[in-house]
C-alpha cells in the first residue's frame, strides 16, 4: 500500500512540476505479458516511465540502490521499488544471465517490463545499436514488444547527473510489435540480431535520434580513452 501510495504521489509532483506529454499510451496493452523497449538518454528515464504508464513497470537496477545503510538508504530504497525497480547485482560475471532471468520471470507472470536495449545511457544524445537482451525475452516469451522513446528528459537532468531542472518531456509509444514468426528460434544469433534491430529502427522513428550502429559502452570506453590522451 505504501508504494502505491508513494508512486501516485509522485505522479502528480511530476505532471505539475514537468508537465508531461504521453503520445500513444493506448498501444500498450491492458493485461498481459509485455516488453516496454526504449531509448536511454538519462538517469531519470526510468522514474518517468513508471510514472506516465498505468500499469505496474518493472526493470532492472543496481542493487546498490537499495542496499545502501542508514536513513538515506531505506529512503533509496523505498522511492525505487515504489517505481518498479528490481535490484540485481549487474556487475558480476552472471550479471547479464540474472537480467535475462528476472524479466522474463516478470513476463511470464503477465506483467510489464521496461528495458533499455542499448545497456547503458547514451553518451552523447544518439541512439545506439541494440543488444539482443529484448529479442531473447520477446522470443521466450512470447510477449509483445512496445517501442517507446523518451524525448527532453536529457534537458531535464543533463549528464544524467546533478540535480532536475524544470522542463517539459514528452514520452512516445509506438505500436506492439510481435515475433512469433521467430517462435523457437530464441537462440539463433542472426534472427536475435535481426529483431533486436527492428526494435532499435522503431525507436529510432519514435525518438528522432540519430542511430549510431556500434554500442554505448564501446562509445563510452572511446571517449574515456580521448579524455585520458588528452589530459
Do not use: C
Amino acid at each position: 500500500m505504501f508504494r502505491i501510495i508513494l508512486k501516485a504521489l509522485l505522479g502528480v509532483l511530476m505532471r505539475v512540476l514537468f508537465r508531461p506529454r504521453v503520445e500513444g499510451a493506448e498501444h500498450i496493452p491492458g493485461s498481459g505479458p509485455v516488453i516496454l523497449a526504449g531509448n536511454h538518454v538519462t538517469f531519470i528515464d526510468s522514474m518517468f516511465l513508471s510514472l506516465v504508464v498505468k500499469r505496474q513497470v518493472f526493470f532492472i537496477g543496481k542493487d546498490e540502490y537499495v542496499t545502501t545503510p542508514g536513513i538515506k538508504g531505506r529512503l533509496m530504497a523505498a522511492f525505487f521499488t515504489s517505481v518498479g525497480m528490481i535490484p540485481v547485482d549487474r556487475d558480476g560475471g552472471h550479471g547479464g544471465v540474472a537480467a535475462l532471468m528476472t524479466g522474463r520471470r516478470i513476463l511470464d507472470e503477465g506483467r510489464v517490463f521496461g528495458i533499455y536495449p542499448e545497456g547503458t545511457r547514451s553518451p552523447d544524445g544518439r541512439l545506439y545499436r541494440g543488444r539482443t537482451g529484448v529479442s531473447r525475452l520477446a522470443l521466450m516469451t512470447g510477449a509483445p514488444v512496445v517501442p517507446f522513446a523518451m524525448v527532453d528528459t536529457d534537458r531535464i537532468q543533463p549528464g544524467g547527473a546533478g540535480v532536475p531542472r524544470l522542463h517539459r518531456f514528452t514520452v512516445r509509444f509506438g505500436e506492439p510489435l510481435e515475433f512469433s514468426r521467430y517462435e523457437g528460434m530464441d537462440r539463433d544469433r542472426y534472427v536475435l540480431r535481426a529483431v533486436t534491430d527492428e526494435v532499435m529502427s522503431h525507436v529510432m522513428r519514435l525518438s528522432g535520434q540519430e542511430y549510431v550502429d556500434i554500442y554505448a559502452t564501446k562509445a563510452k570506453a572511446g571517449r574515456a580513452a580521448d579524455h585520458a590522451k588528452a589530459a
